[in-house]
């Protein structure tokens, strides 16, 4: 296990059509985060998912998208109907969440997928 | 409410010179855990340092140290002898038990080391 796997790494895609990425976390990781980063910010937090539960989610994260992790392993982010102000970097991160508060909590972040919505 | 501040947008050293790059935070919760990640051109974020609210000890890890200080809520990066292959953009993120059970970052400072 290398660590987190993001597909694709590179997307473009006309403005209207609907796009799925994937994240692989790191297997024993039960925690699964989405961000997205536009040029020039930082990543900005879009949900989470402990096991298969989709805990929180951002008001960032509208109506058009969607996020799945069917298995409690790998995820999947959709977003229909894209715009072009979906163009960005979309990261994934996995953890491992022991329960305990003051858990020293380590992320490990994917290389993303660049959306690019023409 | 969480913030990070970098105030720093874009930095440039020769190599060898020692650069501090700056962070400010914000948060109500009493326990909370600060890092740095680089991001390289790549655009994966690498982890550097995790440090929890409760120990202020500064950190140091071969030419890279971390200094925490709670009374200005402030955890400044410094490189020492920088090198080219530190050229990347810089991000301090906050992540707070109470409120908000995820990684706010700042903005990011962009370190370019000139040969």
């Known amino acids: 296990d290398t660590g987190v796997s993001q597909d694709p790494r590179h997307k473009i895609t006309k403005r209207g059509q609907n796009v799925t990425f994937r994240c692989d976390p790191i297997s024993e990781h039960n925690r699964l985060y989405w961000y997205r980063q536009t040029l020039g910010q930082g990543p900005e937090f879009l949900t989470y998912f402990q096991n298969e539960a989709q805990l929180e989610k951002s008001r960032l994260l509208s109506d058009r998208f969607s996020a799945e992790r069917p298995k409690g392993s790998f995820s999947t982010l959709e977003i229909q109907r894209t715009e072009q102000g979906d163009s960005a970097m979309y990261l994934c991160?996995?953890?491992?969440?022991?329960?305990?508060?003051?858990?020293?909590?380590?992320?490990?972040f994917g290389s993303g997928t660049r959306l690019t919505v023409v | 409410a969480q913030k990070v501040t970098q105030a720093q947008t874009e930095i440039s050293v020769v190599e060898k010179e020692d650069v501090t790059l700056d962070c400010v935070y914000e948060t109500r919760d009493t326990t909370y855990y600060l890092f740095w990640y680089k991001q390289p051109p790549s655009g994966e974020l690498v982890f550097l340092i995790r440090?929890?609210?409760?120990?202020?000890q500064n950190e140091i890890s071969g030419r890279y140290s971390w200094n925490f200080q709670k009374s200005t809520s402030s955890f400044n990066f410094t490189i020492t002898a920088s090198q080219v292959v530190d050229s990347a953009v810089y991000f301090c993120?906050?992540?707070?038990?109470?409120?908000?059970?995820?990684?706010?970052f700042g903005s990011g400072t962009q370190l370019t080391v000139l040969p």
């Open positions: 993120a906050l992540f707070s038990s109470g409120s908000a059970r995820q990684l706010t």
């Open positions: 991160a996995s953890s491992f969440y022991s329960g305990l508060p003051l858990y020293n909590y380590g992320y490990t």
């Open positions: 440090r929890n609210s409760f120990d202020e």
